[in-house]
Structure formats: structure tokens, C-alpha cells
DNA sequence: AAGTTTTTGAGGTACGCACCTCAAAAAGAG
DNA sequence: CTCTTTTTGAGGTGCGTACCTCAAAAACTT
């Protein structure tokens, strides 16, 4: 039988309320005190039941998602699944929301996240671009006692708050890999697209796409990465103006997450000679594009797993534990017509 | 608030020990009664709280992974897996186990089947050829209460059983995809490794990778699947004669798990030209072979994944309940060096 | 040494459900 | 209508933990 906290009272020589003071993190107990009852849980390897735990504690868990409010396909994929999640887990006491914030006004944005009260969360996971405004409310978040995890977007290196989502560098990497292997002894120009290079996850994926490229398929020349800023009209434009440019295209690397008009665009423009194409995120619109053979590959972090990857991480650092790094790492999911 | 037991007894008009009955499926209950509970479930509502549940039947769940005895290097990884696995879960009180059985003789896989007593194991994830004899003793497993889902290897259509795993048809298509883009306009033979082709998951997957292969690229020549049996020794010799009898020979697809020897050997006979190799299953050495180039690709069903799919199944046909399809769904995933 | 503060213990209640017993009520049989 | 069988209700206990209160003990202070 596993021990309990009884078996740990007894076997620690002190009374289950001070168990329950040391295992909570409660104050009024002696570092020594404090000493002998970690001494006493490796001795007896006892382990907190978080069922009894979780039930004891009345309010289940209760996570917050916040995503930036102007939004593309992509995430109203991860919106969907959120909420797909969150029906199926709240037999598990786990009850999941999306909070929107404004993405283009990072003061804004803070305001909205200095509001999000521990009363109401017991953790927040985050998808926004790295800001000081962004990333001094996320500090004082934690002080309030709210756990963060930021995911998809990274907020910073320095391993101080974890992250759940993919290495873009490595993304981009996969994607010139494949672009090179699908083009094989063909050469020429290649298009890269995204939506701004402010942002830390398009200059990863490009860093990423450029190590292969150039270290090992000279016969290739990356262009310099064309802005979308997300709108249509300038997509269009962009486009058109490369390919009046370059006569010699055969390839299309769209890093951002809306892919959809420069998928339809480049096979107008690009003429007899198909073009390779690869983007990254699996939606409603790139999946028919992945079947209709007007995109090549897909660079794909599979949602419902990021979702729930995450809401294991909040929660271990809700119960003060340690999660297995090698069940939380987010796979570089490579998609073709026939592993959809 | 959600509604408790207690609310639905009286939403019911019947008594909590009723709403008991009906919970559990215990006997004593009139249908007429069953209805107008299950009326007043759905009219309020109500979930079972499973953490309350779990905590009050005792003992958490208890599931068997059954094994094949003699196994490859995918199967070591796949009991590391369910070690880890054990490990973290036994906070959730869920404890896994795993119970070898003698792949070659279905009679005795069968008797080691009927031992596992409904007191020790809730349910059992099967990992095992189909056979007469392993479909019954499964059949009789479910009489016994023991709830089944077969793993990694199907165990039949019928979808009277659940399956987590990936659909080998098309993985096996992917890997005729892929072989085909990374040869791009070159021409030749390609050689198609198994271990046998009695079972059915290499059956599937050569019927996927054809399916490609010969509609859409006349100009490869898939050969006739070799048969390894599992032995070096017998790799070898089927290799050898393989490339002696072919000179034209571009492309490699190794379908079964193990694949070590075989990529080793036909780096070595292949000569000067670089043939195109595709494996399945990601192990230390086939991470190992796409690192050192000597491997193209790998297509791969990542343990993880399978192991707490199978675990959330099982649990979920313990609890009566519907698992998300979507949720449960096995990635084909294509590895390369850059998406390790 | 007396007083003050800090630390600890003993005991309780609650969470939502499973599982048990026994008696009472309802339904069916003759 | 009585007798038997089936169905239902009332009540209890326990799972392992969180969280609370109050008093007692121990540790410091001056």
C-alpha cells in the first residue's frame, strides 16, 4: 500500500497538520522541522494522492488561454480545441476559458492580464509576442500566485518560465530540408512569406530555413523574407511583384500561419512550372491545399496536443512537481496528402 | 455548480442508493426507473466526478500492456515508455503493468491471456497478431469483465475493439510518397524489407506504399517484398541476392521495426550512388542512422502518444464513457534529421 | 524567571462518490 | 386478499487530502 500522509506523520515523528503545513508550503514551521519531513518523504517515497488532493480541494483547476483577439485560422483551430478540451476534462475538475487580448496594443494587453485575478485562475497559458509591458505582467502574475506557461509563441529563452510548443528553428530547418529534397537537382529562387518579421517565431523559422539552405544547397538562392502583414490586398502585392522579379522561382516558404490567399496565388502566377510549396499549420484551408496538391508539405504542432501539454505543465506547477520534459515536447509534425 | 449525485436523486425523485444502481449498472432496478434517471442525467446535466469516484472505489485503475516476448529494439522503447508512464501516473492512481506473451505460440498466448483475473487488471492493451485463439481468449476477457483495446497491431475490422494506433495503409502509402518525392526524376528498382508478411501490419503497409507507387510513378519498380524473419543472418543473404540480381536498385523501404542491420548492409552494397532509405519506427538506432545520413526518413508512431491513448481508452470504456475520436488519433509522423 | 512569540498537535469537517446493510414499500403471483 | 418476490429508500462508512480552530508546547526575549 502507498503511504499516506498518516504513514508520513508517524513515520516523521511530527502530526498531520504539520504534514499539511510542509507539503502546502505554509508558514509557522521550523526549517528543521521543515527537514525532517522531506527526510521522511524520500525515506518512505511517499507520493500525494492528487485524486484525494484535487477533490479536497473543492475548486478543481481552473486555466486560463489567452490568445491575442485579431486572429487567423490557425487559431481558431486552437480555439476549437480548447473548448473540446475543456468539455472532456471537466469530469477531471479541470475547467479551461479563453481570454482575448488586444495584440497590437501591448499596454492594452497588459491591463487585461494585471485584471486576471487568482480567485478566478490558477494558471494562464499564453500566446503572445514578447513584450516589457507582456512580460512584466506575467511576472507580477506569478507573484499573485497565478502559474504561466507561455506556448506556441516563445516569450523568452532565459528558462526562467517554460514554454510549450515547437523549436521554430528547427521548423524552419525541416521546412528547407524538405524543400530541397522535393526540388532535388532542380535550382533557383525561392520565396519566403510571412506575416512580419517582428515577430521572434518568423525570425526563428527563417534562421532555421537559411542554415540548410545555404550550408547545403548552394544551388538554391532563399530571397529576402516578403511581409504580409496579414491582409490580403498586400499579399497580392508582394507576390505579384516577386514573381514579375524573378523569373527563376521554384520554390514557396510561407512561415506564417495564413496561408491560404499566397497557397491560390503563387499556383496562378507561377505558370506551367509547378512550384514547391510549404506552410506551416494544419487548417481547414491548408489541408484541402495538402489534398488538391497546391501545397507540397506541411509544418504542423498538433493543437490538442499543445493544449493538453500544457494544462499538465500549469498544473504540475500548481501541485509544486516536476514534469517529464520528454512527454511535454511538442513534435515538428511534417504533413503530406497521405498522414493527414 | 455542477450538479452532485444528490441533485440528481432528487431531480430524479429517487433515492441516492437508486441513483447508485444506475451509475453502476447493479442489478435491482426496474427499467422504468433506469429511464427516469437517465432522463433526469440528461435533463441536469450531470457528470460523474471522477476524481471523487476514483478516490472512493480504493483501488485506482489497474491496466496490463501486453507484449510480445521476443521483441525488437521498437519494443524496448515502447516498455521504457510504459515505465515512464507508470511512474508519472501513479499520483493519478493509475498503475500499469506489463505482461509478456509467447508471439509464436497462440495457444499458449491464449492460456497466458486467461490467467489475467478481472482482480488484478481493469483492462489490458494487446499488442499481438490475430489469431483464432487470441480473439477468443480476448472475447473471453470482456466476458470477464476486463475491458480490451488492441495496440499498435490491429486486431480485426469488425470495430466490435477498439484500436489505438496508426493506420498502416497509409503509412505506408507515406512512405511510397515520400520515397517517390526524395528520388525525384531518377528511375530504378526499389527494395521492400519485412520481417514476414504473415502479419497483417506489413500487408497493409505494402498495399499503401504500392498503392503510390504504381499509380502515380510508373517509372519506379517496386520489387517483391524480402522476407528477414527477424535474423541478421537472413538480412543479409536476401539483401546481397537483392543487389546482385538488380543493378538499378535507387531506393530502400524497410517496413518492419527493425531496421539496424538492414541499413547498415545496404550502405555498404549499395556503392557509390546514394540509394533512398525509408524505415519505420524511431529507436536509437534509426535516430542514429537519420542523423549520420545513412536513413532518409522514418515514418513513426510516437509511443507516448500511443501509451496514454490506450490508457485514456481504457479507462474511458471502465467509466462507460466516449472517448473524442479526434483526441485519440495516432499521428503518422515523418522524421528527418531536422524534426527529431 | 516571567512574559512574549513562534511552533506544533489534536481534532474536526468537507469534498463526491462507492459500497454496504437492513428494512420498508411496491409489484407480482396464486 | 394474502403471500412471495422484487424494487426502493434510509442510513451508514471510508477513500486521502485540504483547510480550519484552539490549545498546548517549545522557543526565544528581556
Redesign the pocket.
Known sequence: ?????????KAA?????????V??G?????????DAVNEAIERTG????????T????KGYRFGFVLPRSGDEFLDVIIKHISEFDQASRAEMIATKVVRIDDHDPHRAAKTLSRLSADDYDGIAIMAPETPQIRDALYRMRERGIQTVAFISNQQEEGSQSFVGIDNIAAGATAGRLMARFLGHTAGSILVLAETMQSRDSLERRLGFDKVMSREYPQFDALPTLETHGTAERTRLVLANAFAAHQDIVGLYIMGSEARVAIDLAQNLCGEEKIITIAHERTPSTEHALRAKTLDALINQDPGHIIRSAVRTLRAQC?NRETLASQERIRIEILIAENL
Open positions: 500500500m502507498r503511504p499516506t500522509t498518516k504513514d508520513l506523520a515523528g511530527v502530526s498531520l497538520a504539520t504534514i499539511d503545513r507539503l502546502n505554509r508558514s509557522g514551521v521550523r526549517q528543521k522541522t521543515v511517499f507520493q500525494r494522492n492528487q485524486v484525494a488532493a477533490l479536497a480541494r473543492q501541485e
